[in-house]
């Protein structure tokens, strides 16, 4: 059973334009929620993170809104630019696990 | 300070060999984890390392991966009789702390593997 389902598989924004990502995951013992970004022939590298005691969480451009209730959250990108482009992961843990869970990956492409 | 590095950056290896893939964490991390990313898909957990000990193993595909952390730093991920279906990405991360699974986890640039 997949425990974090992403979508869209893939996202095409204009540049100056807000990408939005989805995920849901299963588990409520999850209790952090963070986001990645990887770029061809990298590692994903954490973009920024919440905890469910709070229902959303900004930095710079990037922020994350968080529903309990519905177990989701979803990234938005606000004045999406061309170097934003890459592979976004949602991913669920928290001290009950040993591993985080990752969705299968959003590919955003930002038209300059 | 120099991140996770991961050695080497691309394997390609036969059918039925026996592979290697080595992992430098970033220094004084005491977690280490193993993750498989296929092609369009995100990381899939193989093992944890909590200094020397692998902690949680339980995403390990089968008897033929097997992984070691014997000083607490480097970390070497072990393939038997490598199958096609083993191609990946093969990721390694650390964290600070060991046991705080919500830790900021540093991602290598992984080894690609392909098996033929």
């Known amino acids: 059973q997949q425990q974090v389902k992403q979508s869209p598989q893939s996202l095409i924004v204009q540049k100056g334009g807000i990408s939005i990502i989805n995920c849901a995951y299963e588990?409520?013992?999850?209790?952090?929620f963070p986001w990645y970004q990887q770029f061809p022939g990298k590692g994903p590298a954490l973009l920024i993170a919440?905890?469910?005691?709070?229902s959303e969480k900004k930095e710079g451009r990037f922020t994350i809104s968080f529903n309990k209730s519905a177990k989701q959250f979803s990234l938005h990108i606000m004045d999406s630019q061309p170097g934003d482009s890459a592979t976004y992961f949602c991913?669920?843990?928290?001290?009950?696990?040993?591993?985080?869970?990752f969705g299968s990956g959003t590919k955003l492409n930002v038209k300059p | 300070g120099a991140g996770v590095s991961q050695t080497p950056s691309n394997k390609v290896t036969e059918k039925g060999k026996y592979v290697e893939l080595r992992c430098d964490p970033i220094?004084?991390?005491?977690?280490l984890y193993w993750y498989r990313q296929s092609l369009g898909q995100g990381p899939e957990f193989l093992i944890y390392?909590?200094?020397?000990?692998?902690?949680?193993d339980s995403g390990l595909p089968n008897d033929r991966f097997f992984a070691v952390r014997p000083e607490g730093s480097v970390s070497t991920l072990k393939i038997q009789r490598t199958e096609r279906g083993d191609s990946a990405v093969y990721l390694c991360?650390?964290?600070?702390?060991?046991?705080?699974?919500?830790?900021?986890?540093?991602f290598g640039p992984g080894t690609r593997l392909t098996v033929l």
């Open positions: 991360a650390s964290s600070p702390t060991a046991g705080a699974h919500t830790d900021t986890q540093y």
């Open positions: 588990n409520t013992a999850f209790d952090y």
């Open positions: 919440i905890r469910p005691d709070v």
């Open positions: 991913a669920a843990s928290g001290n009950n696990f040993n591993k985080f869970y």
């Open positions: 220094s004084g991390h005491t977690a």
């Open positions: 390392f909590q200094g020397t000990g692998a902690a949680d």
